[in-house]
C-alpha cells in the first residue's frame, strides 16, 4: 500500500469555501480504482494549511489511473484554484505502523 | 485527537541505521500519556525522507508532556543527530476522515 501525501496551502480567507468544495470533492477519489481510504486535516500553526493523506493500493492506482483520467479533471477543475503555491505531492512506503 | 506530522530528512546514507534506531525509539512514544497511535512512512521520490504522523489525544500531551518528559531527552539523543535539515512538526485537526 502507498500513502499519499499533500500538504495544501489555500488562498487567505478561502478556508471554508475550500472545505466545502473537498467534501464534495472527495467522492471522486473514493470511488477510484485502487483507492483504500483519505483523510484531510488542518494545520493548527499556519491556518490556511491542510495535508491531505490518501492510501492507494499502487503507485500506479494514484499517478497513472486517477491523474489520466477523466474524474481527474473534474477533481483538479473543483480544486486546484484553491492552491498557492500548488502542492507538491509524494509518495511514501510503510516503514512502521501502530496505526488506528 | 491531533495528528503530528514531521518531515524528517535524514543524512545520506543513514537510513538503514535511522530505521533500526527508530524501530528501538518508537517504544518511547508509544508509552507516553496521551500517545494514540503511530506510522513512519519513507518517500519514494526522496531516498532519505520520512514522515512520521503520531495521533495524540491532545496537543498539550505531545508539546508539554512529551516534549518536556525525561523520555524526550532519551528520544532526542537516539534519533535528532539523523537529522538534516532539522524538521518542522506540525500539528492538524482531522476535517474530513474515511481512514483505514
Given at each position: 500500500m502507498i500513502l499519499e501525501v499533500a500538504v495544501l496551502d489555500v488562498k487567505p480567507n478561502q478556508?471554508?469555501?475550500?472545505?466545502?468544495?473537498?467534501?464534495?470533492?472527495?467522492?471522486?477519489?473514493?470511488?477510484?480504482?485502487?483507492?483504500?481510504?483519505?483523510?484531510?486535516?488542518?494545520?493548527?500553526?499556519?491556518?490556511?494549511?491542510?495535508?491531505?493523506?490518501?492510501?492507494?493500493?499502487t503507485l500506479e492506482n494514484h499517478t497513472v489511473g486517477f491523474r489520466e483520467s477523466e474524474q481527474y479533471k473534474e477533481w483538479r477543475a473543483l480544486l486546484h484554484h484553491f492552491y498557492e503555491p500548488f502542492p507538491e505531492v509524494e509518495h511514501y512506503t510503510s516503514v512502521y505502523s501502530n496505526a488506528l
Amino acid at each position: 500500500m502507498i500513502l499519499e501525501v499533500a500538504v495544501l496551502d489555500v488562498k487567505p480567507n478561502q478556508e471554508k469555501e475550500f472545505e466545502a468544495t473537498f467534501g464534495e470533492a472527495q467522492k471522486i477519489i473514493s470511488n477510484m480504482q485502487g483507492y483504500v481510504s483519505h483523510q484531510l486535516h488542518k494545520c493548527i500553526e499556519k491556518k490556511n494549511r491542510y495535508i491531505l493523506l490518501v492510501n492507494w493500493q499502487t503507485l500506479e492506482n494514484h499517478t497513472v489511473g486517477f491523474r489520466e483520467s477523466e474524474q481527474y479533471k473534474e477533481w483538479r477543475a473543483l480544486l486546484h484554484h484553491f492552491y498557492e503555491p500548488f502542492p507538491e505531492v509524494e509518495h511514501y512506503t510503510s516503514v512502521y505502523s501502530n496505526a488506528l
